[in-house]
């Protein structure tokens, strides 16, 4: 089953730190907040999504499941 990377706007604080950990598949905008591709994340890639998650100071960087809607898996 494939993934999806989602960031909650309202929490992010633009450090940037997950452009730096998966620049495969995010890109910063001019103030530093994240642009996320909305393609799945491939499995070659899950890794070092969930490894830019994890990393994520204000929790605001999601990798959910194809289907569902928020992080919490509810849908």
């Known amino acids: 089953m494939s993934s999806l990377l989602r960031v909650n706007?309202?929490?992010?604080?633009?450090h940037?730190?997950?452009?730096?950990?998966?620049?495969?598949?995010?890109?910063?905008d001019d103030w530093g907040y994240p642009i996320v591709d909305p393609e799945p994340v491939t499995p070659e890639l899950?890794?070092?999504?969930?490894?830019?998650?994890?990393?994520?100071p204000t929790l605001a960087l999601a990798l959910l499941r194809a289907?569902?809607?928020?992080?919490?898996?509810?849908?």
């Open 9 to 14: 706007p309202i929490t992010c604080e633009a």
């Open 16 to 28: 940037g730190l997950c452009a730096e950990l998966f620049p495969e598949r995010i890109s910063l």
């Open 46 to 56: 899950e890794e070092h999504a969930r490894r830019a998650v994890e990393a994520c």
């Open 67 to 75: 289907g569902d809607r928020s992080p919490s898996g509810k849908t």
